[in-house]
């Protein structure tokens, strides 16, 4: 059965697209099929993963207005390993032209609905705000993952974004919960960090996942090789812990599957 996630929080700078990708790559080290969906403007979840943004035929801006199918916008086994749904600038006039559509909210869930069988797992990387392409990842989702640093900021826009995810769920998407909420640029040897880390275990329990994922000058420089971690430097602590994340999704699914 395909899991369909979106990355999602309005908080730049908290990881989400150093997430999908390497997510998404660890994810297909262990042979599970992976499509990447890019529905941040700025296109670095598309360079990241070794697309080039300026060089696109087709865009999730061409398939969110309904001018070309899914499957003819998807880049096949890019080089990091899984397939890609890229995006460009031109996306940010999506919003616009999606305005006078009756299921505006919807574009990407419909557009989903003839390929999601082919892939054990869908990533969408989302912009950094609550606007309608968030809206139409939140519509399309299983499951919303959210990368967040251990901070006091990032706690109250924690709040909003719960919100949002309960105003989805209520209005177009019912199934619609919490994945898992993912620590980034974890430092232990920070009492802040440890302390908002106590909160988020305290409040949303088994939802935090165990594995956090370190500050690692690897995850940052990899980036600008159009590579994710594991195939820039595999044993680095940043690639290692992305690569443990996996694990533990692939093996909570496991368990959530047998029979109680």
Same mark, same amino acid.
């Given at each position: 059965?395909?899991?369909?996630?979106?990355?999602?929080?309005?908080?730049?700078?908290?990881?989400?697209?150093?997430?999908?990708?390497?997510?998404?790559?660890?994810?297909?080290?262990?042979?599970?099929?992976?499509?990447?969906?890019?529905?941040?403007?700025?296109?670095?979840?598309?360079?990241?993963?070794?697309?080039?943004?300026?060089?696109? /035929?087709?865009?999730?801006?061409?398939?969110?207005?309904? /001018?070309?199918?899914?499957?003819?916008?998807?880049?096949?086994?890019?080089?990091?390993?899984?397939?890609?749904?890229?995006?460009?600038?031109?996306?940010?006039?999506?919003?616009?032209?999606?305005?006078?559509?009756?299921?505006?909210?919807?574009?990407?869930?419909?557009?989903?609905?003839?390929?999601?069988?082919?892939?054990?797992?869908?990533?969408?990387?989302?912009?950094?705000?609550?606007?309608?392409?968030?809206?139409?990842?939140?519509?399309?989702?299983?499951?919303?993952?959210?990368?967040?640093?251990?901070?006091?900021?990032?706690?109250?826009?924690?709040?909003?974004?719960?919100?949002?995810?309960?105003?989805?769920?209520?209005?177009?998407?019912?199934?619609?919960?919490?994945?898992?909420?993912?620590?980034?640029?974890?430092?232990?040897?920070?009492?802040?960090?440890?302390?908002?880390?106590?909160?988020?275990?305290?409040?949303?329990?088994?939802?935090?996942?165990?594995?956090?994922?370190?500050?690692?000058?690897?995850?940052? /420089?990899?980036?600008?090789?159009?590579?994710?971690?594991?195939?820039?430097?595999?044993?680095?602590?940043?690639?290692?812990?992305?690569?443990?994340?996996?694990?533990?999704?692939?093996?909570?699914?496991?368990?959530?599957?047998?029979?109680?």
């Amino acid at each position: 059965m395909t899991r369909v996630l979106a990355i999602a929080n309005q908080k730049g700078g908290v990881g989400k697209t150093t997430t999908t990708i390497n997510l998404a790559a660890s994810l297909a080290a262990t042979k599970k099929s992976v499509l990447l969906i890019d529905l941040d403007p700025q296109g670095n979840a598309t360079t990241g993963s070794g697309v080039s943004k300026h060089d696109l /035929e087709l865009s999730a801006y061409d398939v969110l207005m309904g /001018e070309a199918a899914l499957e003819d916008s998807i880049v096949l086994g890019s080089e990091a390993g899984y397939d890609v749904l890229g995006t460009n600038a031109d996306l940010t006039g999506a919003e616009i032209g999606m305005l006078d559509m009756a299921d505006k909210e919807l574009q990407l869930r419909n557009a989903l609905q003839d390929l999601s069988s082919n892939y054990d797992f869908i990533l969408m990387d989302c912009p950094p705000s609550l606007n309608m392409l968030t809206i139409n990842a939140l519509s399309a989702a299983d499951g919303v993952i959210v990368p967040m640093q251990c901070e006091y900021y990032a706690l109250e826009g924690l709040t909003d974004l719960m919100n949002t995810i309960e105003h989805v769920r209520s209005r177009v998407n019912p199934a619609l919960k919490i994945e898992g909420i993912l620590r980034t640029m974890y430092d232990p040897r920070n009492s802040l960090t440890r302390d908002v880390s106590e909160q988020l275990e305290s409040h949303f329990g088994d939802k935090v996942y165990r594995t956090c994922i370190p500050r690692n000058v690897r995850l940052a /420089e990899a980036p600008s090789f159009g590579l994710p971690a594991i195939i820039y430097d595999k044993a680095s602590r940043g690639a290692m812990a992305y690569l443990a994340l996996a694990g533990e999704m692939i093996r909570k699914e496991k368990h959530q599957a047998q029979p109680a």
